[in-house]
């Protein structure tokens, strides 16, 4: 947890003055979390976390590049951590209610081995308010433990925390 903050202390002090826009974005994979994991091993209900923070770029004509780190953790036996640097693209001009991103990334994950990880996916995002919105992500990721990709659809919220649009001193009018 330690490394977690950190991490996301470091990525903050560095892209908070040159950038646009921060948000954090925390989602759970809602099937294991209500049905349970298929594998009897692992337990009936797990949780699956996974805390994004996201620094969004300058907005183009049809959406914009960004990037995140994240950490995801799942509670299982022994318990799964994974740390990733993610790249992505936004497309946000297609309407006033939904963004929708693609985006891969690179990682590494400690469940009991520490070792390479990669995933792409896909997020939908529902936009409530201009600082909220709710957020459906679809992964295929490559885990450590596993030898095949997984599809991971988790739910979740997105809130951005630092919007520099509205806190520049000279806004042009």
Partial sequence: MKKLVLLLALFITATTFSQDRI???VQAQPKLITVGDSNV???KRILDLLVRVKQDYKQGDI???NSALSYQYIALDTSYSRYALQGGYTF???SNKYKVGLYADVGVADRGDIGFTYAAGID???IVTKRFSITLTDQFARR???DEFQNI???GLTIDLIDEEE???FKKK
Avoid: A, R, V
């Fill in 144 to 146: 450590t433990d596993m």
């Fill in 167 to 169: 806190y520049k001193i």
């Fill in 23 to 25: 948000g954090l974005s």
């Fill in 153 to 155: 659809i988790m739910l």
């Fill in 41 to 43: 091993e692992n337990g």
């Fill in 92 to 94: 946000n001009k297609f």
């Fill in 124 to 126: 939908l995002n529902y």
């Fill in 63 to 65: 959406g914009y590049w």
